[in-house]
């Protein structure tokens, strides 16, 4: 097959979750232990560093691989989902997968999923973890899909575990209150392997420490250690190019003037996290010199492919995507904009079929003009139905249907001095071409 036909072929055969929803989740660890005993278990074949959360984890992942690459090593990446293209998932020093070996391994295992049955995830779990092997990566950063407990890749051992914020999302799947779904993240810690907490927040705060405890594994708050504070406020209309940070360890000056190239204030809410997940890696052996540290967290993007996190791609109007989807992540966003300088705001929103998304309109601006729009996924919320939801939440806006067509009307509706806002979902964003100028 050719490498369209083998996505083809994928996308029919195993359910993703991303696109149609609960159907093409299955709990368990069992199909992709199945599949790494076939392959040999390439999960034991490298080191790795495996985090999870709600919101933060994958703008963490990037920053951690991108700090270790520059620091020399050989980095494997594994996140989820995708943006544009599925070799996005898997990576080593930022080089996306060979789509390649993506046709040559799925020919030489389809027959080992016809017995197996596995989902699309637990397939990609075990190809990233299979790639890894064959490139005999240093270290892998492992991103969780969706919870942590019985997801696909906690088949690994990490040398340390990352745990960033907790907050609603997947609540039919994961639990409907902030401990239970904390439950659910603390399945990645592992017997006498150390985890390290990105925030303190004390609605989850024991479910951690109750869990460490039990497995042995030394435990850390990172925002004990850690502080990252602006050394200088960013320039008007989100015109840096990058953050400005000084950081505090142990209440004592640390590290001035640090570059993240992560425009999101909540960026700074990740990087305690990072920065400690980075300290226990030096304690196992890793050299990461401050040369190493700056760079990679200045050069994120770069060295990685990020996209999607505060994302400016436009200016007179200033244009911002960003792919914060629930309502902790989206709060944060939503507070950026509102210290943006802006003659009028238009956000572009689409949401997928299968949240309760009253909480998310109650947050949303009345005064903003609303692009309602729809992702090309069978899980989106079709963009009428969406704005009758907001029209009745009090918001003044229209349905445009595909995205392009909702970027487009506010592109052209809004002013110089205007902000569009794109988001809501990681689909919508997925869907704006400038990302991948």
């Known amino acids: 097959m050719t490498y369209p036909e083998t996505l083809a072929w994928l996308y029919a055969q195993l359910p993703m979750y991303q696109r149609v929803g609960a159907a093409g989740f299955k709990k368990g660890l069992g199909n992709t232990e199945a599949l790494a005993a076939a392959l040999g278990h390439p999960e034991t074949q490298f080191k790795s560093v495996h985090v999870a959360g709600t919101n933060g984890k994958g703008s963490s992942s990037h920053l951690l691989a991108a700090v270790l690459q520059s620091a020399g090593y050989q980095v494997g990446l594994y996140t989820s989902p995708h943006l544009r293209e599925f070799t996005e998932r898997i990576r080593v020093n930022g080089q996306e997968l ?234 944060l966003v939503l507070a950026q904009l509102a210290r943006v300088p802006h003659a009028h705001l238009h956000l572009v929103i689409g949401v997928v079929n299968d949240k309760d998304i009253s909480q998310i309109l109650a947050l949303l601006p009345p005064a903003a003009t609303y692009y309602f729009c729809q992702a090309a996924i069978p899980r989106a919320l079709p963009a009428d139905e969406l704005a009758a939801q907001a029209a009745a939440a009090g918001l003044t806006g229209r349905a445009y249907g595909p995205v392009a067509a909702a970027v487009a009307a506010a592109r052209a509706a809004a002013g110089p001095a205007d902000v569009v806002f794109i988001g809501g979902s990681t689909f919508v964003v997925a869907e704006v071409a400038e990302l991948y100028g």
């Open 98 to 331: 060979a789509p390649a070996f993506l046709v040559k391994w799925v020919e030489a295992y389809r027959p080992l999923f016809a017995k197996i049955e596995p989902s699309f995830f637990e397939m990609c779990v075990a190809l990233a973890f299979n790639y890894f092997a064959v490139r005999r990566v240093d270290i892998a950063v492992v991103e969780v899909g969706l919870g942590g407990r019985l997801d696909s890749t906690n088949i690994i051992t990490p040398l340390v575990s990352l745990i960033t914020n907790i907050s609603y999302d997947h609540q039919a799947m994961l639990g409907n209150t902030l401990p239970e779904i904390a439950g659910e993240k603390a399945g990645i810690i592992k017997p006498g392997r150390p985890v390290i907490i990105s925030q303190t927040q004390p609605a989850v705060a024991a479910v951690f420490e109750a869990k460490a405890r039990q497995e042995g594994s030394a435990l850390l708050f990172a925002d004990t250690r850690y502080v990252a504070q602006l050394a200088l406020d960013p320039a008007p209309a989100g015109e840096a190019a990058v953050q400005l940070l000084d950081v505090r360890r142990d209440g004592q000056p640390w590290l001035q003037n640090v570059e993240l190239g992560l425009l999101g204030d909540y960026q700074r809410l990740n990087l305690p996290g990072v920065l400690a997940t980075l300290d226990e890696l030096r304690a196992q052996g890793f050299v990461i010199p401050e040369s190493a540290l700056r760079q990679g967290l200045r050069e994120v993007t770069r060295l990685t492919g990020l996209r999607g996190r505060w994302s400016i791609i436009g200016r007179q109007p200033l244009v911002v995507a960003d792919t914060g989807h629930n309502e902790a992540g989206l709060r």
